[in-house]
């Protein structure tokens, strides 16, 4: 999810899999029809997991989850419906029958994009970061066709990184399966646009599903509200993470992309699922993610293998543990954003107590960033 607690090791987990097609859920209003599903990749190689290192050879080197507002923008975003919990739209059917990437003979490719949330951090095994990725891969094998994994997410990654360094390398592995979920570290910079996060995302979106890539997309909670931070403080970055969310939707929809709804209260009130820092989950978080990516892509034929446990294997952390880490990583972190962050949280909270105080509330506030998010959807997706 999610903003970079620590500079982490970053791991290449291992893991297997294969796929197949979903039923599409009935498109909201304005969203482009449902493209027919796409084939499942033949299978047959043998079920070991193959585990790709990260540098390729010859490679340069998102409180409320609001769905999408496609090519027509409403004028009211309060007015886009807001179901979208499951999956999205099913991708086309490709020319010649499969995804372009897919060859009979090798391994289902399996690459996965983003920071922190998709990295693993907060999921230790064997002294590396493993994550829902690593554990949804395992479920992705079939009897005798295992996957070929290449995790790219890296803690604090921007979706600048996505779509500059890590995008290139993830086309060069020529994926069947690709996830792509960043967005929460942008709305933690001073420097947060969600018109450039939005064409950021929609260019590494197009290049995946141009090269055959069935999407894996996710939004995610605020991390002001998980943080438990004061209103004024907190409502500036729910506004953000709404609009990042809104921009994934957009494109979960657009590309046919397999969602998985993490913003809601379930999920975000559950503190079992999160590690101390609140910012990432534990082991029984990922494996909470890996297990709903893992249903989604079975019901579209693209999961054969048997789900992750729900129950973590790992002993929890203990208090000292949790305590030595949020004084290590999470210092850092909370200096880095004192850097860079805070002193525009600040205006922005005192933009909020002006409201209050002459009393217009935070309806002026919403409204110019509706706005800023129309105006970024209408660009991105009018194209």
């Known amino acids: ?125 064997e002294g590396v970061w493993r994550g829902w990725a690593a554990l949804l891969a395992e479920g992705l094998a079939t009897g005798c066709r295992g996957p070929a994994f290449l995790n790219l997410a890296v803690s604090g990654a921007l979706s600048a990184d996505v779509a500059d360094t890590q995008a290139p390398r993830a086309l060069a592995f020529r994926p069947h399966l690709a996830s792509v979920v960043v967005g929460v570290n942008d709305t933690l910079r001073r420097t947060f646009d969600i018109a450039l996060l939005a064409r950021r995302l929609d260019r590494v979106c197009a290049d995946l599903d141009a090269v055959g890539a069935v999407l894996l997309t996710a939004c995610l909670p605020d991390p002001g509200r998980m943080l438990g931070l004061p209103p004024p403080l907190a409502r500036p970055l729910a506004r953000r993470q709404r609009s990042v969310n809104a921009v994934v939707h957009a494109l979960t929809a657009r590309y046919g992309a397999v969602h998985l709804h993490l913003a809601d209260p379930a999920w975000t009130e559950d503190r079992a699922l999160w590690s101390a820092d609140r910012l990432h989950p534990g082991e029984r978080g990922h494996r909470a993610v890996a297990g709903g990516f893992h249903r989604l892509l079975a019901a579209r034929g693209l999961a054969h293998g048997a789900p992750p446990s729900p129950e973590p294997l790992q002993p929890p952390p203990t208090r000292t543990e949790a305590l030595l880490r949020l004084a290590t990583a999470g210092t850092g972190w909370v200096l880095r954003r004192s850097r860079d962050l805070l002193p525009q949280l600040l205006l922005l909270a005192g933009a909020e107590l002006r409201h209050w105080a002459d009393g217009t509330g935070t309806g002026p506030l919403d409204a110019r960033a509706d706005d800023a998010l129309a105006a970024a959807l209408a660009a991105t997706m009018g194209r």
């Open 1 to 125: 999810m999610t903003p970079e607690t620590a500079e982490a090791e970053s791991g290449a987990s291992t893991a297997a899999t294969a796929p197949g097609p979903l039923p599409a859920p009935p498109p909201a209003p304005g969203a482009p029809p449902a493209r027919p599903a796409a084939p499942p990749v033949p299978s047959c190689v043998p079920a070991a997991l193959s585990v790709v290192p990260a540098a390729l050879s010859g490679s340069p080197p998102v409180p409320s989850c609001d769905p999408p507002v496609l090519s027509s923008v409403p004028a009211d975003l309060s007015s886009v419906p807001a179901d979208l919990s499951a999956a999205s739209a099913v991708p086309a059917a490709r020319d010649g029958g499969g995804p372009v990437g897919a060859d009979d003979a090798g391994p289902l490719r399996f690459v996965v994009l983003g920071d922190s949330f998709s990295e693993g951090v907060g999921d230790r095994a």
